[in-house]
């Protein structure tokens, strides 16, 4: 089974389980990779977030629902998982607009949200410059935070961590301790399905530290290194066509291991980067 066949298959999981529980390291297992890894993927391929995904098909499959004779909105919110009518209240305006009520009313306008299907399109429009190594293990000094394992919410908070970093010294203080490769300040997610999610704002370093740094060991792996330049929302666009555009063709797929980001000047508006993400070669 292929990467393309294998996120389809997650999709039909998804099918199969909107009115029960889905579980995102399920998720991750059919496509043979971490949960935070098909989160990733999954964002940047159908243009929203995963749980936002899930949601709109509960709520398009509510709609119909609801719109059957004797329905009860406090049933159908318990069938999709809410736990109370309020929070199902909610989610359906949220996606169509409307209280879940006004469904019975004819004439009116709800919305169907039908499933992704997801297939390879080759643009072949601009070139991508990529290395392919592999490294032993190596340390970080630095600080961490913890992630939500609702990937969207760190899109929101890991910039604020950056602006932390500064304005508290961490910054300056681990760069005057980096004295090994790669040399540049880190931004790295270590987020493995067995232990709680943390991005790391660090060097690599082999100096001693106080107890206001932490140390991570970042494993042995073979990496994809992606080059690139720009602003923040730039390193965004290089990720996104990392894994819509180089990881389908490629012969390479995502392995368990954290991804790095390698900030070489840390100017925010024009820094130069590179992107590392752990890779095994694809079963033949």
Same mark, same amino acid.
């Given at each position: 089974m292929d990467w393309i066949e294998r996120l389809?298959?997650?999709?039909?999981?998804?099918?199969?389980n909107l009115t029960g529980k889905i579980e995102y390291e399920k998720l991750g297992q059919i496509a043979c990779?971490?949960?935070?890894?098909?989160?990733?993927?999954?964002?940047?391929?159908?243009?929203?977030p995963l749980s936002e995904y899930i949601r709109?098909?509960?709520m398009s499959l509510a709609a119909v629902d609801l719109q059957e004779d004797g329905a009860k909105v406090i049933d159908i919110a318990a069938k999709y998982g809410y736990a109370s009518p309020t929070a199902f209240n909610r989610a359906f305006q949220s =996606?169509? %607009?409307?209280?879940?009520?006004?469904v019975k009313n004819e004439g009116t306008a709800i919305k169907s949200f039908p499933p992704i299907t997801f297939k390879i399109t080759v643009k072949g429009v601009e070139e991508m410059n990529y290395r392919i190594e592999t490294k032993g293990a190596f340390r970080i000094v630095g600080k961490s935070y913890p992630l939500s394992r609702e990937i969207?919410?760190?899109?929101?908070e890991v910039p604020q961590m950056w602006d932390g970093a500064v304005e508290d010294g961490t910054i300056k203080k681990i760069i005057s301790l980096m004295?090994?490769?790669?040399?540049? =300040?880190? %931004?790295?997610s270590a987020c493995s399905d067995d232990a709680q999610w943390r991005y790391y704002i660090a060097v690599s370093s082999s100096a001693?530290?106080?107890?206001?740094?932490?140390?991570?060991?970042?494993?042995?792996?073979?990496?994809?290194?992606f080059p690139g330049a720009g602003t923040g929302k730039s390193i965004q666009e290089l990720e996104k066509r990392i894994v819509t555009e180089w990881l389908p063709t490629s012969g390479f797929e995502f392995t368990e291991g954290p991804d790095i980001e390698v900030y070489f000047n840390p100017d925010p508006q024009k820094t130069t980067y590179e992107v590392w993400i752990p890779v095994k070669k694809k079963q033949s």
């Open positions: 389809n298959e997650a999709i039909r999981y998804i099918e199969e990779c971490s949960a935070y890894h098909f989160q990733r993927m999954f964002t940047y391929m159908a243009g929203m709109k098909r509960k =996606v169509h %607009g409307i209280n879940p009520s006004s969207e919410q760190n899109f929101l004295d090994a490769q790669p040399r540049g =300040v880190l %931004g790295v001693d530290v106080d107890d206001s740094l932490e140390e991570y060991i970042i494993p042995e792996s073979m990496w994809a290194i």
